[in-house]
Nanobody
Framework: QVQVVESGGGLVQAGGSLRLSCLAS????????MGWYRQAPGKQRELVAT???????NYADSVKGRFTISRDNAKNALFLQMNSLKPEDTAVYYC????????????????WGQGTQVTVSS
């Protein structure tokens, strides 16, 4: 069984910074893509940023230049450095591990965390 757990959310003033962390644990052999997503009240979940096992990144236009995604493949860890935060960044942030292969199954699966709240005050 694979578990994905986020941490690092909180309340910050506009212009401030936060760093989110995510740890995937279990009998993991490899994770293809890891990503951060967010869902604001009354809105659909949206992609924030993704990163492949090789380090290729993809960002939503709304966060380019402000957020930086990174990962530690050896630790199955994912990070999101968020700078110059805006009130519109307020949302629950979810970590996802895509294409996870475990030592007990060669069939890739996706796993999601429970989310961490980020609130940016104006």
């Amino acid at each position: 069984q694979v578990q994905v757990v986020e941490s690092g959310g909180g309340l910050v003033q506009a212009g401030g910074s936060l760093r989110l962390s995510c740890l995937a644990s279990g009998s993991i052999f490899m994770i293809n893509i890891m990503g951060w997503y967010r869902q604001a009240p009354g809105k659909q979940r949206e992609l924030v940023a993704t990163i492949t096992s090789g380090g290729s990144t993809n960002y939503a236009d709304s966060v380019k230049g402000r957020f930086t995604i990174s990962r530690d493949n050896a630790k199955n860890a994912l990070f999101l450095q968020m700078n110059s935060l805006k009130p519109e960044d307020t949302a629950v942030y979810y970590c996802a591990a895509h294409g996870v292969i475990t030592v007990v199954s060669i069939f890739p699966r996706d796993y999601w965390g429970q989310g961490t709240q980020v609130t940016v005050s104006s």
